[in-house]
């Protein structure tokens, strides 16, 4: 049965966020101190860097994942120690992780393991526990498997469709096949990147012409705003058949990852707060820009994305443009 920790107290109740969290991973990190090893063990994976980011933008988020074997042993007590909300799954498998060197400044892969396929009954344990905690959030974030065949077929089809019948916004962040299903069951925003937009066959190539040709097809396709990030340069964003570019402060880059994620924190907070649309952006382009500055993935203080939040500029993105 699912099992929710208690959340962090000096989160407002008033702002939630569920978060579908099918692949979590432990992840262990090795650094460089002085010549030194330093190892970090956190709890990871794109749901939980997005809920991460999302307490540090006053939004209390509940964690679904399913959690299993010695690794999810290990995952409970992180999240515990960082305050997070979650509704574990017990499962079969064991949870994914995997072991990285940074020790020489960028990221070496020494060992991953795969997420489990989840069983039946494991699957409608963790779909209820969204479901749940989405009929008490202002938001449900819609996070994609880190492989495919871990959920059952039809799972992100349903999913966002019975999201809406409980009146709760989602805010997705998917590619591939959960793209495609979850299309089908409708979404209120997608964020996906313009590498993921071509990969797919929505867009022929990166051009602002064609990128704005596969938003709208993914926009008839049944997703109602699409907001495409694209590395260094600006965001895209198709709203209500307007496109606008996201310019925000280009940083010095530590580590990219998790600058995605953060991004779509910030929009599911801004979706939370009921912001406009403007300001959501910015606020998802502030929570991306100030994460690669940092070592921690989807790490960062409210205040200084707030602060960055003021220098990222929405504009229309004229007709013609390449």
């Known amino acids: 049965m699912a099992a929710e920790t208690i959340h962090d107290p000096r989160m407002p109740t008033r702002l939630r966020a569920a978060v579908f969290c099918p692949t979590p991973f432990v992840t262990v990190t090795v650094e460089d101190v002085s010549g030194s090893p330093d190892i970090h063990i956190h709890a990871g994976g794109q749901g939980i860097w997005v809920g991460r980011m999302l307490r540090e933008l006053g939004v209390s988020p509940v964690l679904c994942l399913p959690c299993g074997g010695e690794t999810g042993r290990l995952l409970g007590p992180l999240l515990e120690a960082e305050s997070l909300a979650v509704r574990t799954v017990?499962?079969?498998?064991?949870?994914?992780?995997?072991?990285?060197?940074?020790?020489?400044?960028?990221?070496?892969?020494?060992?991953?393991?795969?997420?489990?396929?989840?069983?039946?009954?494991?699957?409608?344990?963790?779909?209820?526990?969204?479901?749940?905690?989405?009929?008490?959030?202002?938001?449900?974030?819609?996070?994609?498997?880190?492989?495919?065949?871990?959920?059952?077929?039809?799972?992100?089809?349903?999913l966002p469709a019975d999201v809406h019948a409980l009146g709760t916004p989602t805010v997705a962040d998917l590619s591939g096949d959960a793209l495609r299903d979850a299309l089908g069951g409708g979404l209120d925003v997608l964020k996906v990147s313009h590498e993921e937009l071509v990969d797919d066959g929505w867009a022929p190539d990166e051009s602002v012409t064609a990128l704005r040709a596969g938003m709208d097809r993914l926009h008839g396709a049944g997703a109602e705003s699409v907001v495409v990030s694209r590395a260094h340069e600006p965001a895209l964003a198709l709203l209500e058949g307007r496109l606008v570019s996201v310019h925000g402060p280009v940083m010095q880059r530590v580590d990219h990852r998790g600058a995605g994620d953060s991004m779509t924190a910030g929009l599911a907070a801004g979706v939370a707060r009921g912001l406009g649309w403007a300001d959501a952006l910015r606020l998802g382009a502030a929570a991306g820009a100030l994460n690669v500055t940092r070592h921690g993935v989807a790490t960062g203080g409210r205040s200084a994305i707030d602060a960055l939040a003021e220098r990222v500029e929405v504009s229309p993105v004229e007709a013609g443009a390449p």
């Open 90 to 158: 017990q499962s079969a498998g064991q949870t994914a992780a995997y072991v990285h060197d940074r020790r020489g400044g960028e990221r070496h892969v020494i060992a991953t393991t795969d997420p489990a396929p989840l069983g039946r009954h494991e699957a409608d344990e963790l779909y209820t526990a969204t479901l749940e905690a989405a009929a008490r959030a202002d938001v449900c974030v819609i996070c994609g498997p880190a492989t495919e065949g871990v959920l059952p077929e039809g799972t992100y089809r349903r």
